[in-house]
């Protein structure tokens, strides 16, 4: 387990050193960054000293190394645009993003899941069909084209929900939350179900297409020939052998969601940390973009180590057959 | 059947009748869904073709626009003018006009991209498959922290690392390609992974080594053999990539980072529209929507139905 | 037990003129695919029995209808396979019109069912130990305790060394045949009267097969248990069944008893079946080879259905469809039993 866990990290590692010379060669390559800090009417003189000063002048590895230590110290330098730390702005943004997506994807978990196994188990009948139309029409429509659409009808039309930003946000210190408050709350469902929906219909189909697949399989019959009731052999065996996809991807979704976070937080208004990103592309302003570009693929990282460690949990083949893999 | 006949005409008869008897054909005439389908498609490629023919005005033209009939509602509403049957936008626009013109747009972005994600996959997925090793470990890993990444994330961090190296005013007819290559780019892993897979199947088989016995190259035999038989996979991964385009392409014309304004798409439009939703002017954003919104069911429905169709194990 | 007092219970309803009475009987089965090109007919009009006690093997070709019948008895043909004729007796009970949950209970506590393929019959993220207590507990009112000790009992019996290790170990853990013995066990576990066997050892390596089947007659044997053993290894049933009966295209060929049919066969089917299994000092050119292959299911021929690679076939073979018919110690599908054919035969010749 340790050793299977150990080896994860270290492909982990590689992905990040990966994405952290992506961010850097936009840093070096993309625009000079001292333009961005001067006048338009400083001296040659005054920009080499500056030049010297950031360390431009350094071999190409140096300059990577020290990115890299900086960016491992949460140090991601100032914002062209904000004049500000990236890592404050980011922190100060991130409690938005990360509470957004936190209940798009279980809007997404307690919706999709059950109507997967509905329409899997009854393939015939006339809800799963409408099941199945509306998560077409989910997939086919636009995130930014549900968003709208339900601003139209809930704000616009009806007055129901507020239409932008977060509502009422009470700060913990290190965190800001609107879920202590009904505003909040009010705020955040438009948003989360428009997140959520395309994860919601994925995680359907997904469901719904395993348990068709496990419901042929021959321990499903031979369960069924054993005499065990419907319930133990949907739930018991069909299901939980569905599990181990379905936890893959919706934990990859859940990496999505907070990308896909832009589009919603752009519709919605919503202070979090995608808006700012989106911003930043608009404006080239360097910073930013990598250090969402890198923290984007921690989170990915991060959770793709989960998932694997939670595959470990539920597959007991696994638990033998990567123990002795990693034992050679 | 056993009618004898040496008349060309007949044969082409027989070949069109054994297409309407195939599998494809017989489930395509079983799904209403799917000819509906086909039907929303099909007209929006003749819309998208004959535009200028089909549409009332021409909306980039700046001398058959006027300030004056902006903000018109659509023709059924009070106020409405015939002139514009879904009424206009800020600038004048035609909305109808608009959403021709635009599916124009999206439909052409959205196909340059399947085609451009098509060919790059399929080579990549050829090469990866023939060559194994080193080659095919580094592009499927590269393959697979991409594919960990959601399209519209990388269409836009490429979308603006070329707005930096190419500067916020380099826009134009650069920012197709710019989009095309960005979405082009973000599509291409599922057509490698389905090549590869096959070219590593067929690359075992004992055909391939007589090849190289007599003396013909076993690259070229493989693709030979591998070509056709990924020809399926290929049709349907780019009929549900083209939506997801097209989806793309709106996404990020939304986010204001996609084609040129001067030359709207559906989601340029939307994006003008959705300032005007709480004005009342519902319809500037309310129809490209829907526009879009049949659009992409249509395609996705015709890709859901052809996967279906050439997969007869899914049934 | 509970089992004889069913048994008596339900002795009325059956009326055989035999010393042996049937556990199953199964009268004129049809099961039918409706497909876009016309309904296919996978078993037509089949009746056999199985009286108590006895191992009947069915052979036949892949696709004659053989896994087709086992799956119908049991009630769990995949739609949109249906029945659509006939009749199935357990015990003098009709079961093949019960409603699901009925059904339900019956299966695994009355008819049993063992799999091809003891790799993918267990489900992987449950130890065998879970598999064996859940089927207990469902058809018994046993504790978790109980049921667990009766899983110990099942798994010693059939000879899985030691099970109180053994027993909460996962499938993968398990070899091939030592999967196949628990699969076994599983069939057992409620006793059942019957016991469908679908190709139990074709997975399995040829050295371990015998040993399943020893082991499966002997269970059944002790716990009073039937066997329908569905085969397409003549070796097998030849050393396991009492009787026999052959499948050629969705419909019974020859049945009789296992000796009767090897050495004796009376359809020409049967005869070029035998004659193509290979016997230690037999040379090659014994072998003999039917000439063609079993028609598919879409065009299944006239009258009798292996007429056209029949080697005796007369006018009559593609007329008229033969029903099983005495024929020596067996019944035969055959029109050359026919006393009126044999009759005009021996007239003209």
Redesign the interface.
């Known amino acids: 387990m340790i050793a299977f866990i150990v080896r994860r990290l270290l492909q982990s590692l590689v992905?990040m050193l990966?994405v952290a010379l992506l961010a850097f060669s936009?840093f070096r390559f993309?625009?000079d960054p001292v333009n961005q800090m001067v006048g338009v009417d400083t001296t040659e003189e005054v920009r080499e000293n500056l030049r010297e000063r950031l360390g431009l002048n350094d071999p190409v590895s140096v300059q990577f190394g020290r990115f890299v230590v900086n960016a491992a110290q949460l140090d991601f330098g100032i914002s062209y645009q904000h004049k500000k730390e990236v890592s404050n702005l980011l922190a100060e943004r991130a409690p938005a993003t990360l509470e957004l997506a936190f209940l798009s994807a279980i809007f997404a978990l307690i919706v999709g899941v059950p109507m997967g196994v509905y329409t899997g188990l009854h393939r015939d009948s006339w809800l799963s069909k409408v099941f199945l139309t509306v998560s077409?029409?989910g997939?086919?429509?636009?995130?930014?084209?549900i968003g709208?659409?339900m601003?139209?009808i809930f704000s616009?039309w009806l007055g129901w929900l507020p239409?932008f930003g977060r509502g009422e946000v009470v700060d913990l210190g290190f965190w800001s939350t609107g879920l202590l408050t009904v505003s909040g709350w009010q705020a955040a469902i438009m948003p989360s179900i428009t997140l959520g929906l395309f994860q919601m219909t994925l995680i359907m189909r997904l469901v719904r297409a395993e348990m068709l697949e496990v419901l042929r399989t021959d321990y499903v019959k031979f369960a069924r020939a054993r005499g065990l009731p419907n319930r133990a052999v949907h739930f018991g065996h069909a299901l939980k052998n569905t599990l181990v996809p379905v936890i893959t991807i919706t934990g990859?979704q859940l990496?999505?969601i907070i990308?896909?976070a832009?589009?919603t937080e752009?519709?919605f208004q919503w202070p979090g940390m995608g808006l700012m990103?989106?911003q930043?592309?608009?404006t080239?302003d360097?910073p930013i973009?990598a250090a969402y570009?890198i923290l984007?693929?921690f989170i990915?990282v991060v959770i793709?180590l989960i998932v694997d460690i939670l595959y470990y949990v539920v597959d007991p083949r696994l638990r033998i057959d990567r123990a002795t893999a990693a034992g050679h | 059947m056993s009618v004898v006949s040496s008349l060309p005409g007949r044969r082409g008869a027989d070949m069109l009748r054994r297409a309407w008897d195939s599998d494809i054909a017989?489930s395509f005439r079983q799904s209403k869904v799917t000819m509906v389908a086909a039907a929303v498609t099909l007209v929006y490629f003749v819309f998208a073709l004959f535009a200028p023919w089909i549409a009332p005005h021409d909306p980039y033209d700046l001398s058959s626009v006027s300030l004056m009939d902006s903000f018109m509602p659509p023709v059924w509403e009070e106020g409405g003018d015939p002139r514009f049957l879904l009424g206009s936008d800020d600038q004048g626009r035609g909305i109808l006009s608009t959403i021709i013109y635009g599916s124009r747009i999206s439909l052409a972005v959205g196909f340059a991209s399947v085609i451009f994600a098509a060919v790059l996959g399929v080579t990549l997925g050829l090469i990866a498959g023939y060559a194994g090793g080193a080659v095919d470990a580094f592009i499927m890993r590269v393959a697979e922290?991409q594919l960990?990444?959601?399209a519209?994330?990388i269409a836009?961090?490429i979308?603006?690392?070329a707005?930096?190296?190419l500067g916020?005013e380099a826009q134009g007819d650069i920012a197709y390609f710019v989009i095309i290559l960005s979405i082009g780019l973000s599509f291409w892993v599922q057509y490698a992974r389905t090549v590869r897979g096959s070219c590593m199947v067929e690359k075992n088989k004992e055909y391939v080594q007589a090849a190289r016995v007599i003396g013909v190259r076993p690259a070229l035999v493989v693709f030979r053999h591998v070509l056709p038989n990924v020809l399926g996979p290929v049709l349907v991964i780019a009929t549900i990539t083209l939506?997801l385009a097209i989806?793309t392409e709106?996404?990020l014309s939304?986010?204001?980072?996609g084609v040129p304004p001067t030359s709207p798409s559906l989601?340029t439009m939307?994006r003008i529209g959705?300032d005007f939703?709480?004005s009342g002017e519902?319809w500037i954003?309310?129809f490209p929507?829907v526009a879009?919104?049949v659009l992409?069911?249509a395609v996705?429905?015709l890709g859901?139905w052809l996967r279906d169709a050439l997969n007869p194990k899914l049934r | 037990m509970n089992e004889t007092t069913t048994f008596a219970d339900s002795a009325g309803a059956t009326a055989r003129p035999r010393g042996n009475r049937p556990v199953l009987e199964v009268e004129k089965l049809r099961v039918e695919f409706p497909t876009?090109k016309g309904t296919l007919r996978a078993v037509d009009d089949i009746s056999f029995h199985i009286d108590e006690g006895e191992v009947l093997g069915v052979v036949g070709e892949s696709g004659a209808g053989k896994s087709m019948t086992g799956t119908a008895i049991i009630g769990l043909l995949e739609p949109p396979g249906r029945i659509a004729g006939g009749e199935v007796r357990l015990e003098g009970e009709r079961i093949d019109n019960l409603p699901y949950e009925k059904m339900r209970r019956y299966r695994g506590a009355r008819i049993g069912m063992v799999f091809q393929d003891p790799l993918t019959s267990l489900n992987p993220l449950y130890t065998v130990g879970f598999h064996l207590t859940e089927t207990i507990r469902t058809h018994s009112d046993l504790s978790e305790k109980q049921a667990r000790q009766r899983a110990l009992d099942l798994l010693s019996e059939v000879g899985i060394p030691a099970p109180e290790r053994r027993i909460d170990q996962y499938p993968h853990q398990f070899s091939g045949g030592m999967r196949q013995r628990v699969v076994v066990a599983l069939a057992l576990c409620a006793n059942p009267r019957l016991i469908i066997a679908d190709e139990p050892t074709t997975a399995l390596d040829v050295s371990i097969q015998a040993q399943i089947i020893r082991l499966l007659q002997r269970l059944c044997r002790e716990h009073g248990a039937s066997v329908m053993l569905i085969t397409h290894d003549m070796g097998v049933i030849a050393e396991t069944a009492d009787r026999v009966a052959v499948m050629y295209a969705g419909r019974i060929a020859e049945v009789g008893p296992v000796q009767e049919v090897v050495k004796n066969a009376q359809h020409p089917y049967t005869e070029g079946l035998m004659g193509a299994i290979p016997t230690i000092g037999g040379t090659h050119e014994d072998l003999v080879q039917i000439k063609g292959s079993m028609p598919r299911l879409t065009q299944i021929p006239s009258g009798c259905a292996f007429h056209p690679r029949c080697p005796k076939a007369f006018d009559r073979c593609r007329r008229e469809r033969p029903e099983l018919m005495p024929a020596g110690r067996s019944e035969a599908a055959c029109w050359l039993h026919d006393p009126a054919e044999k009759g005009r035969r021996r007239g003209n010749g």
């Open positions: 992905v990966v936009m993309i625009g077409l029409v997939i086919s429509l636009p995130t930014f084209l709208i659409l601003i139209f616009v239409s990859l990496g999505s990308a896909f832009i589009i752009t519709v990103f989106l930043a592309i608009q080239v360097i973009m570009l984007i693929a990915f793709n | 017989y922290v960990s990444f959601p519209i994330l836009l961090l979308d603006g690392v707005r930096g190296v916020n939506a989806i709106a996404t939304f986010l204001g980072v989601g939307i959705n939703l709480f519902w954003t309310i929507g879009l919104a992409v069911l996705n429905l859901d | 876009r």
